[in-house]
C-alpha cells in the first residue's frame, strides 16, 4: 500500500475501539502475551500495511458489508504513523512487562491506550496529528 492510498476512515476507527479493548484488559491483567500480540497487530499495521491489519480484515469482512457505502477516503500515511507509534509503545509495555519492570510496562501501555481511547471515543487520531505536524516543520527538499 502506497503513502497516498486511501482507506474508508471507519475501518481504523473501529480498529482503535478494538485496540482501546485489548489495552484496557492488559492494563487490569497485566499480561503481557496479550500485548505482545497487540504489537504485532502494530507492526503488521505499520510496516507491512494497513490492508494487512488483523483489525483492518475483521472490519472489512465483518463490519463494511453491513453499512451503506461511503465515499469518504483518509490518507493511510498518518495512520500507518500512529500504527508505528503504537508499535513503539506497545513494544516498550511488552518488553518491560516480560523482564519484570512493570512500571514500564504499564506506563507505556497507558500512552497507547490513551491514544486507542481518543481515536475510538472521539474520532482524534493523536498520531495522525504528529505525522501531520511533523510534515509541516519537516524541511523539504526541492526537485531540479
Given at each position: 500500500?502506497?503513502?497516498t492510498?486511501s482507506?474508508?476512515?471507519?475501518?481504523?476507527?473501529?480498529?482503535?475501539v478494538v485496540?482501546?479493548?485489548v489495552?484496557?484488559?492488559?492494563?487490569?491483567?497485566?499480561?503481557w502475551?496479550?500485548?505482545?500480540?497487540?504489537?504485532v497487530?502494530?507492526?503488521?499495521?505499520?510496516?507491512?500495511?494497513?490492508?494487512?491489519?488483523?483489525y483492518?480484515v475483521?472490519?472489512r469482512?465483518?463490519?463494511?458489508p453491513?453499512?451503506?457505502?461511503t465515499?469518504?477516503?483518509?490518507?493511510?500515511?498518518?495512520?500507518?504513523?500512529?500504527?508505528?507509534?503504537?508499535?513503539?509503545?506497545?513494544?516498550?509495555?511488552?518488553?518491560?512487562?516480560a523482564?519484570?519492570?512493570?512500571?514500564v510496562?504499564l506506563?507505556?501501555?497507558?500512552?497507547?491506550?490513551?491514544?486507542?481511547?481518543?481515536?475510538?471515543a472521539f474520532?482524534?487520531?493523536l498520531?495522525?496529528?504528529?505525522?501531520?505536524?511533523l510534515?509541516?516543520?519537516?524541511?523539504?527538499?526541492?526537485?531540479?
Amino acid at each position: 500500500m502506497s503513502a497516498t492510498a486511501s482507506v474508508d476512515p471507519r475501518g481504523p476507527r473501529f480498529a482503535a475501539v478494538v485496540t482501546t479493548v485489548v489495552l484496557a484488559i492488559v492494563l487490569v491483567t497485566e499480561w503481557w502475551p496479550l500485548l505482545a500480540a497487540q504489537t504485532v497487530v502494530f507492526a503488521l499495521g505499520a510496516f507491512v500495511g494497513l490492508h494487512l491489519a488483523p483489525y483492518s480484515v475483521l472490519y472489512r469482512v465483518l463490519i463494511a458489508p453491513r453499512l451503506r457505502p461511503t465515499s469518504e477516503r483518509e490518507n493511510a500515511a498518518p495512520l500507518r504513523f500512529a500504527q508505528a507509534v503504537g508499535f513503539v509503545f506497545a513494544l516498550v509495555g511488552t518488553v518491560g512487562y516480560a523482564f519484570g519492570l512493570p512500571v514500564v510496562g504499564l506506563i507505556a501501555t497507558a500512552f497507547a491506550l490513551f491514544a486507542a481511547f481518543l481515536n475510538a471515543a472521539f474520532d482524534f487520531c493523536l498520531g495522525c496529528e504528529v505525522y501531520l505536524l511533523l510534515q509541516r516543520v519537516t524541511p523539504r527538499t526541492k526537485r531540479a
